[in-house]
């Protein structure tokens, strides 16, 4: 069965610190990975993906993330993060259940960045 | 366009009442969803709908039921709440659901309390 552990439910920062929120996965079947992000009361937004190519897939707001297969790994990454940064952040992973695709996300990752 | 809508924003019901949540989208998307967002276990699939008249069950589909007469509205009904329906609800949709690629686009949420 396919699933996703996001290893860190809390991840507190400094202002302009870097920030990894870790993400592994599993799956036997070709691997599509996303990131989506959550602001405060609002519904969940697209924030990158990995279908194929290259590796390292990158966000237009700063963020990464890498696809590592030997590790099964989907790391989010920012060099320096802002205030506006702060929501929670889910990793998710296409599957395939009952015949049919649908996407089984991880139980979320809450970054909260400090002044 | 307005994209995935929902509503209501907010709602109290006690045990054993019904109610309808609303979700519509105007960008023609064939793929239609709903979650249940509860803290520390990210989203769970309910039900999902690849077009008008086709539905299936997700995750965790006991106590809704859900239909699709048309491509642009996908509500989901609770027969008879029960405390353990408190979340906060989320629809979303996607062009298609070809390779599971598609990027889902998600509603701003309805807050269900169930006393």
């Known amino acids: 069965a396919q699933s996703v552990t996001q290893l860190d439910s809390q991840v507190p920062v400094f202002e302009e610190a870097p920030v990894e929120l870790r993400c592994n996965y599993s799956?036997?079947?070709?691997?599509?990975l996303f990131w989506y992000v959550q602001y405060p009361n609002q519904g969940l937004q697209l924030l990158l993906k990995y279908l194929s190519g290259s590796t390292l897939v990158k966000s237009i707001n700063g963020f990464e993330a890498e696809f590592n297969k030997s590790q099964t790994s989907f790391h989010l990454r920012k060099p320096s993060v802002h205030i506006s940064d702060t929501a929670e952040y889910f990793c998710a992973v296409r599957a395939i259940i009952q015949g049919a695709q649908k996407l089984v996300f991880g139980q979320g990752t809450r970054l909260t960045i400090n002044p | 366009n307005a994209g995935v809508t929902q509503t209501p924003k907010f709602q109290v019901l006690k045990t054993g009442q019904s109610m309808t949540l609303q979700c519509a989208q105007d960008m023609n998307h064939e793929y239609m969803s709903w979650y249940r967002q509860d803290p520390g276990m990210g989203l769970r699939l309910i039900h999902y709908s690849v077009g008008a008249g086709i539905t299936d069950q997700g995750e965790v589909p006991n106590g809704y039921n859900v239909s699709r007469s048309t491509t642009e509205d996908f509500p989901l009904r609770l027969l008879s709440a029960a405390p353990s329906q408190t979340s906060v609800y989320f629809c979303?949709?996607?062009?298609?659901?070809?390779?599971?690629?598609?990027?889902?686009?998600f509603g701003p949420g309805t807050r269900l309390l169930v006393l």
């Open positions: 799956s036997s079947v070709s691997v599509y």
């Open positions: 979303a949709s996607s062009l298609s659901t070809s390779g599971g690629q598609e990027t889902q686009y």
